[in-house]
Nanobody
Framework: QVQLVETGGGLVRAGGSLRLSCAATERATYPMGWFRQAPRKEREIVAATSWSGGNLYYTDSVKGRFTISRDNAKNTMYLQMNSLKPEDTAVYYC?????????????????WGQGTQVTVSS
């Protein structure tokens, strides 16, 4: 069984930055997607990457502010979040899969992290 270890969440002021990390304990399951769920809203895709990092996706609301990346040697995925806004407040979930291609839908991912709270104050 794979375990996804998420770190980096917390409280930050508007305009600040946070860096989320997601490490998989199983070498054949690759963290490749970040999702988030705000209160009273559906879970949405934030960013996704292929295993190689050659194909990237960002939802429109975070383009230019967030950067997704992978360190294959560590089987770890990161989400650098800059210029944070109160609207970014949500629980952020790491998603991993046993395949190499980019995926932007919840279905198809094989494992999920526990979620980490990101709160942006005004």
């Amino acid at each position: 069984q794979v375990q996804l270890v998420e770190t980096g969440g917390g409280l930050v002021r508007a305009g600040g930055s946070l860096r989320l990390s997601c490490a998989a304990t199983e070498r054949a399951t690759y963290p490749m997607g970040w999702f988030r769920q705000a209160p009273r809203k559906e879970r949405e895709i934030v960013a996704a990457t292929s295993w190689s990092g050659g194909n990237l996706y960002y939802t429109d609301s975070v383009k230019g502010r967030f950067t997704i990346s992978r360190d294959n040697a560590k089987n770890t995925m990161y989400l650098q979040m800059n210029s944070l806004k109160p609207e970014d407040t949500a629980v952020y979930y790491c998603a991993a899969r046993k395949s190499f291609s980019l995926l932007t839908t919840e279905r198809g991912y094989d494992a999920w992290g526990q979620g980490t709270q990101v709160t942006v104050s005004s």
